[in-house]
């Protein structure tokens, strides 16, 4: 009787700590643990610190992008009016920037609804822009160093924008430089080169043949070309100008009965004849650069000075217009 009950007893508690093949008293399978977090692994799903730290920095960079646009569309608004060409640009900027922050920060807190095949060619199209960017300004910039050089036989004046008031200070800014460069070099032709918008109420030409003449310069040393409608058009234009004054001299000199006495001639033509474009030094490169393709290769640049308030805003307008032209075989 002790006996049978003595082994009762002991199976009982070896059945009570009978321990699994391969585990543990808890249930736990071998190697594991209790929460059965993945080896290797961790329970959350947060991106890397890197990433992180990378989108803020993106965020912060496009929402401050965001408020200098805005901030700079308000000062051209109040300095120069809302008419001022191209000012929405700063507006349309001030959006994108404003989207570009809201799109980082929300790729930053769901990085798995937005896939790669988004992400990557948007991240390409920006670093593009931006490269062609960088390099166009930096052309701008590198071309608004002067290079004009005293006793050229004709210089392209280009126009801008008459109001009904008088001229504006661009145009202004242009005529300055044309007189100082005028009295230093009596000998040089004018090439008054701008034609009449439809808010404009005479031809940029004739705006300033007149102030030219108020300042004293002699109407025979200008000579207006009031039809063209862009820089494209100015350079073209002013260059048959040119051509048939030249042509002219040729003539007269042929006959007799003009001021160029007869003699030989022949040996004078073959001088090739010095030209200067003259505009704002915003302007300076790209008028260079069409002069240049249409064959005047030796063009002399000539740079007036600009609002320096409107300066970044000319600038990033410029550049626009250099892409056009680029991409329209004009340079």
Request: proline fraction near 5%; hydrophobic fraction near 40%; glycine fraction near 10%.
């Amino acid at each position: 009787m002790c006996t049978d009950a003595s082994s009762r007893q002991t199976a009982h508690f070896t059945g009570a700590d009978k321990t699994p093949q391969g585990g543990s008293a808890d249930g736990t399978p071998q190697g594991g643990s209790a929460d059965e977090t993945p080896q290797g692994g961790s329970t959350d799903k947060t991106p890397q610190g890197g990433s992180e730290r990378g989108d803020s920095m993106l965020t912060w960079i496009a929402g401050t992008g965001a408020a200098l646009c805005l901030a700079y569309y308000v000062v051209i608004v109040v300095y120069a009016g809302f008419s001022v060409s191209f000012s929405w640009f700063w507006l349309a900027a001030a959006g994108f920037f404003s989207f570009l922050a809201w799109g980082s920060r929300y790729c930053s807190l769901h990085p798995r609804r937005v896939p790669l095949w988004i992400t990557v060619p948007v991240a390409t199209f920006l670093a593009a822009a931006f490269v062609i960017f960088c390099v166009v300004e930096t052309c701008v910039f590198a071309g608004a160093v002067s290079s004009e050089k005293p006793g050229l036989d004709y210089v392209i004046v280009l126009g801008a924008k008459v109001r009904e008031q008088g001229i504006s200070n661009s145009l202004r800014k242009r005529l300055d430089k044309a007189v100082e460069y005028s009295r230093q070099s009596p000998g040089t032709v004018l090439i008054l080169s701008g034609g009449q918008g439809p808010d404009e109420p005479v031809p940029e030409a004739q705006a300033m043949y007149e102030y030219l003449l108020e300042q004293g310069i002699s109407p025979t040393r200008l000579i207006m070309e009031p039809v063209s409608a862009s820089t494209v058009e100015n350079i073209a234009y002013s260059q048959m100008i040119i051509r048939q004054t030249e042509q002219s001299k040729r003539d007269a000199a042929v006959r007799g009965d003009g001021r160029v006495a007869p003699g030989p001639y022949l040996q004078v033509e073959d001088k090739p004849v010095q030209i200067g474009v003259l505009t704002s030094n915003y302007h300076v490169f790209r008028a260079g650069m069409i002069a240049k393709k249409r064959g005047m290769k030796d063009i002399r640049k000539i740079a007036a000075g600009s609002d320096p308030v409107l300066f970044l805003h000319l600038c990033v307008r410029e550049c626009a217009a250099i892409l056009k032209d680029r991409l329209m075989g004009n340079m």
